[in-house]
Protein backbone atom coordinates (compact mmCIF):
# COMPACT_ATOMS: atom_id res chain seq x y z
CA UNK A 1 0.00 0.00 0.00
CA UNK A 2 1.86 3.44 -1.16
CA UNK A 3 2.26 5.85 1.84
CA UNK A 4 0.40 8.40 0.29
CA UNK A 5 -3.23 6.33 -0.21
CA UNK A 6 -5.88 7.78 2.56
CA UNK A 7 -6.77 5.55 5.63
CA UNK A 8 -9.29 3.72 5.02
CA UNK A 9 -11.59 2.90 7.97
CA UNK A 10 -14.87 0.28 7.59
CA UNK A 11 -17.08 1.38 10.75
CA UNK A 12 -19.61 -1.50 11.92
CA UNK A 13 -22.39 -2.01 13.92
CA UNK A 14 -22.62 -6.03 14.64
CA UNK A 15 -25.66 -7.71 16.09
CA UNK A 16 -29.38 -6.28 16.59
CA UNK A 17 -28.17 -3.12 17.96
CA UNK A 18 -30.12 -0.39 16.24
CA UNK A 19 -28.48 2.98 17.25
CA UNK A 20 -26.49 4.53 14.83
CA UNK A 21 -26.04 8.31 15.91
CA UNK A 22 -22.44 7.61 17.59
CA UNK A 23 -20.83 5.66 14.73
CA UNK A 24 -22.19 8.43 12.59
CA UNK A 25 -20.61 11.22 14.74
CA UNK A 26 -17.04 9.37 14.57
CA UNK A 27 -17.59 8.47 10.44
CA UNK A 28 -18.21 12.34 10.09
CA UNK A 29 -15.05 13.42 12.35
CA UNK A 30 -12.64 10.69 10.64
CA UNK A 31 -13.69 11.53 6.85
CA UNK A 32 -13.16 15.04 7.79
CA UNK A 33 -9.29 14.38 8.85
CA UNK A 34 -9.29 12.97 5.51
CA UNK A 35 -9.83 8.92 6.15
CA UNK A 36 -11.99 7.28 4.01
CA UNK A 37 -14.97 5.56 5.85
CA UNK A 38 -16.79 2.29 4.78
CA UNK A 39 -20.25 2.19 7.10
CA UNK A 40 -22.06 -0.95 7.00
CA UNK A 41 -24.40 -0.07 8.11
CA UNK A 42 -27.09 -1.74 11.23
CA UNK A 43 -27.49 -5.40 11.78
CA UNK A 44 -25.05 -6.86 10.54
CA UNK A 45 -22.94 -10.15 11.29
CA UNK A 46 -19.58 -10.87 11.85
CA UNK A 47 -19.09 -12.69 8.89
CA UNK A 48 -20.55 -9.83 6.77
CA UNK A 49 -17.85 -7.39 8.60
CA UNK A 50 -14.73 -9.34 7.92
CA UNK A 51 -15.79 -9.52 4.06
CA UNK A 52 -16.67 -5.83 3.92
CA UNK A 53 -12.86 -5.51 5.20
CA UNK A 54 -11.40 -7.75 3.29
CA UNK A 55 -13.26 -6.61 0.43
CA UNK A 56 -12.03 -2.90 0.66
CA UNK A 57 -8.41 -3.55 1.61
CA UNK A 58 -9.15 -1.33 5.06
CA UNK A 59 -6.82 -0.52 7.10
CA UNK A 60 -8.89 -0.07 10.10
CA UNK A 61 -12.34 -1.59 11.68
CA UNK A 62 -13.99 0.34 14.25
CA UNK A 63 -16.64 -1.49 16.07
CA UNK A 64 -19.68 0.06 17.67
CA UNK A 65 -22.09 -1.35 20.34
CA UNK A 66 -24.67 -0.27 22.50
CA UNK A 67 -26.67 -3.55 23.14
CA UNK A 68 -24.60 -5.34 25.81
CA UNK A 69 -23.37 -8.32 22.79
CA UNK A 70 -19.91 -7.01 22.24
CA UNK A 71 -18.08 -9.67 23.70
CA UNK A 72 -19.71 -12.41 22.14
CA UNK A 73 -19.78 -10.47 18.38
CA UNK A 74 -16.36 -8.48 18.69
CA UNK A 75 -14.70 -12.01 19.79
CA UNK A 76 -16.67 -13.64 16.91
CA UNK A 77 -15.27 -10.78 14.67
CA UNK A 78 -11.41 -11.19 16.17
CA UNK A 79 -11.55 -14.48 15.26
CA UNK A 80 -12.69 -14.53 11.48
CA UNK A 81 -10.21 -11.61 11.32
CA UNK A 82 -7.69 -13.70 12.09
CA UNK A 83 -8.49 -16.70 9.87
CA UNK A 84 -8.52 -15.19 7.58
CA UNK A 85 -5.11 -13.55 8.31
CA UNK A 86 -5.99 -9.88 8.41
CA UNK A 87 -5.28 -9.29 12.25
CA UNK A 88 -1.70 -8.77 11.61
CA UNK A 89 -2.22 -6.23 9.10
CA UNK A 90 -5.58 -4.41 10.93
CA UNK A 91 -6.10 -2.45 13.65
CA UNK A 92 -9.29 -3.03 15.50
CA UNK A 93 -11.20 -0.20 17.91
CA UNK A 94 -14.55 -0.29 19.67
CA UNK A 95 -17.09 1.68 21.07
CA UNK A 96 -19.88 2.42 22.36
CA UNK A 97 -21.52 1.27 25.96
CA UNK A 98 -18.78 -0.91 27.12
CA UNK A 99 -18.32 -1.84 31.01
CA UNK A 100 -14.73 -1.01 32.59
CA UNK A 101 -14.83 -4.86 33.72
CA UNK A 102 -14.77 -5.46 29.93
CA UNK A 103 -11.99 -3.71 28.58
CA UNK A 104 -9.57 -6.22 29.50
CA UNK A 105 -11.52 -8.69 28.03
CA UNK A 106 -11.18 -7.01 24.81
CA UNK A 107 -7.48 -5.88 24.93
CA UNK A 108 -6.72 -9.66 25.33
CA UNK A 109 -8.36 -10.57 22.31
CA UNK A 110 -6.59 -8.06 20.02
CA UNK A 111 -8.94 -4.86 20.28
CA UNK A 112 -6.76 -1.63 20.34
CA UNK A 113 -8.79 0.77 21.30
CA UNK A 114 -11.91 1.59 23.10
CA UNK A 115 -14.21 4.62 23.45
CA UNK A 116 -17.06 5.25 25.54
CA UNK A 117 -19.56 7.72 24.72
CA UNK A 118 -18.63 11.17 24.78
CA UNK A 119 -15.35 10.16 23.62
CA UNK A 120 -13.16 13.22 21.71
CA UNK A 121 -13.51 12.36 17.85
CA UNK A 122 -9.93 13.92 17.81
CA UNK A 123 -8.41 11.40 19.97
CA UNK A 124 -10.27 8.53 18.25
CA UNK A 125 -8.35 10.07 15.11
CA UNK A 126 -5.09 10.67 16.81
CA UNK A 127 -5.08 7.30 18.18
CA UNK A 128 -5.74 5.69 14.27
CA UNK A 129 -3.14 7.62 12.93
CA UNK A 130 -0.71 6.77 16.32
CA UNK A 131 -1.30 2.83 15.92
CA UNK A 132 -1.70 1.95 12.03
CA UNK A 133 0.02 -1.13 11.10
CA UNK A 134 1.41 0.41 8.11
CA UNK A 135 3.50 3.39 7.39
CA UNK A 136 1.01 7.00 6.32
Same mark, same amino acid.
Given at each position: ????? @?? /?????? &? ?9 ? $? $?? /?????? #?? +? ?8 ? *? %???? %?? !??? %?? $?? $? ?10 ? !? ?9 ? +?? +?? !? %?????? !? #???? *????? &? @?? +? ?8 ? &? ?10 ? /? ?7
Amino acid at each position: MSTNQ @KI /RVLLAK &PGLDGHDRGVK $V $VA /RALRDA #GM +EVIYTGLHKS *P %EVII %EA !ALQ %ED $VD $VIGLSSLSGAHL !ALFTQIMKLLS +ER +EM !A %EDTLVI !A #GGII *PDADI &P @KL +EKIGIKGIFG &PGADTDDITNFI /RSNLKRTI
